[in-house]
Each structure stands twice: as structure tokens, then as C-alpha cells.
């Protein structure tokens, strides 16, 4: 009998520590095997953000800016779910999609040519800015925008959350 209670024991400690590893790992797609949520761009300009994963769904939004940063939410065959920088989600045909990252400037920020406070400033960034996002660290990360290579504090900018898939 205690021979049976200490197997049951170990089997639900076993079936315990699977139910957090799965927890604490990422969320696959569904179609695409990759992670959700995930950052993207947008890869062509006149593309078009649809109320479903369909063409029989509305437009509600043509998106003109390549390159423009984009989260993946979720996936529906070729579809997936964006979220763009204004918190707008619409549903977007995956060819549209482009894996590499960028980010927005969410508000005015110096880009540095070191990651830190002491950097010397190369340039300005004005909100609205798309620039493609090469590196992080600590709370900066490492953006290329017109021409110039520099580090830029994270919480100024949209998309750079994650450092993830770089």
C-alpha cells in the first residue's frame, strides 16, 4: 500500500511540474508555429486590415507605411491578428507580414551612441518615427533609422518590449 501511495505521489508531482513548465512556456501559433504574441512588420504599403481572418470581412484600415511595426495576437490559417502602435487590432493577411522588427518612437528620444544617459546624442527622434530594431540592452535597445546606428531607451518606443527573436 505505501509502495502505491508514494508512485501516486510522484506521478502527480510529475504531472504538477508539467503543468507549470507549460505554463511558463510561450504560446505556439497555431499555423505558423511561432510564438504568440510576436513582433512583425508590415511589408508592403496599401495593405489591407480586415474586421476577420477573410476576405469576406470588411477593410477597416489600409495600412500605407512599410515597415511599420505590428504584434501578432493570434492566427486563423493565413490570417493573423494585429495590434498596430495606436492599439488598433485588425486582421491582416500573413504575406503582408514581414518577420523582421522594427520599432515606432512613441515620444521624443535622443539616440545615443552608447546604451546609456551618458551617451552623446547622434540625433533626436521625433514621435512617429520607424526605425529597424538591431539589439538590446538593458533598458535600451539598438535601432538603425536614417542612416544612423544608435541605442534609444525602451519605454520610448513601440514594439521594442521584447527582445525576443532578435
Known amino acids: 500500500m505505501r509502495r502505491g501511495s508514494l508512485a501516486a505521489l510522484a506521478a502527480l ?47 477597416d484600415w489600409i495600412y500605407e507605411r512599410a ?25 491582416m493577411h500573413a504575406q503582408n ?10 515620444q521624443e528620444a535622443a539616440l ?4 546609456s544617459d551618458s551617451g552623446r546624442v547622434l540625433a533626436y527622434l521625433q514621435p512617429g518615427v520607424v526605425g529597424a530594431l538591431t539589439g538590446c540592452e538593458g533598458g ?9 546606428v544608435g541605442w534609444v531607451k525602451a519605454d520610448t518606443l513601440w514594439g521594442a518590449e521584447s527582445c525576443t527573436g532578435l
Not at 507580414?97 to 512613441?106: K, Q
Not at 545615443?112 to 546604451?115: F, I, K, M, S
Request: charged letters at 25%; glycine letters at 10%.
Open 97 to 106: 507580414l514581414d518577420p523582421r522588427r522594427t520599432v515606432y518612437v512613441r
Open 140 to 148: 535600451y535597445r539598438r535601432v538603425a533609422i536614417g542612416g544612423r
Open 13 to 59: 508531482s510529475l504531472l504538477s511540474l508539467s503543468f507549470t513548465a507549460a505554463a511558463d512556456a510561450p504560446a505556439m501559433g497555431t499555423d505558423s508555429n511561432l510564438p504568440v504574441p510576436r513582433y512583425v512588420s508590415l511589408r508592403t504599403e496599401g495593405a489591407n486590415g480586415r474586421h476577420g481572418p477573410g476576405l469576406e470581412h470588411r477593410i
Open 112 to 115: 545615443r551612441r552608447g546604451a
Open 67 to 91: 515597415g511599420l511595426p505590428l504584434q501578432v495576437t493570434a492566427e486563423s490559417g493565413p490570417w493573423r491578428r494585429v495590434r498596430d502602435p495606436d492599439n488598433t487590432e485588425v486582421w
